[in-house]
């Protein structure tokens, strides 16, 4: 390959200088780079407001010396990880069986009237997101749907819209 040929490749992404020096503190954890993968997609993905665009994904890949599609799968294989923008609440409402027979419909469908999107879309503002998900593990008191990291259960779609409308 000529000199010519090879600066018209583009550059592999490159990842902060911030973000590499927490990335060296993580490494130190961890005995090897696959096992540092999950803690630097999470600071990776922070970084990008919630998501991994493509860039970043391979910027992590060349950092800890994996092969992009190893990373690619990692990010595909786990619900933690988004490859395209999400809400800054990422709402997840249970579908399984119990929150199906309990009203999980009704929850998706209160969902989608208060906030004026459909599933997988973030609203105008970029406040909100919402998914179906299989099990949350909280059959005993469906339907119910988590906000980030807190479990909302027992709900009606009134309480849907209240819940949502007093998020920040």
Request: hydrophobic content about 40%; aromatic content about 6%.
């Amino acid at each position: 390959m000529s000199a010519q040929q090879s600066q018209a490749l583009p550059a592999t992404p490159r990842l902060p200088e911030e973000v590499r020096r927490q990335l060296d503190a993580i490494r130190e954890r961890y005995p090897t780079a696959r096992a540092v993968l999950l803690p630097a997609l999470h600071l990776v993905q922070k970084l990008h407001g919630g998501w991994l665009p493509d860039s970043a994904i391979e910027a992590v890949a060349a950092e800890l010396d994996l092969d992009p599609a190893e990373v690619y799968g990692v990010v595909t294989f786990y619900d933690l990880y988004h490859q395209k923008p999400v809400g800054r609440h990422r709402i997840r409402v249970c579908t399984n069986v119990s929150c199906m027979l309990r009203g999980s419909d009704e929850i998706m469908a209160a969902l989608h009237q208060e906030l004026k999107v459909g599933e997988g879309e973030v609203t105008a503002d970029g406040r909100c997101s919402y998914i179906h998900f299989e099990c949350l593990g909280s059959c005993d008191t469906a339907p119910m749907m988590m906000i980030n990291d807190k479990y909302h259960e027992n709900l009606t779609p009134e309480e849907v819209q209240r819940v949502v409308r007093d998020l920040e």
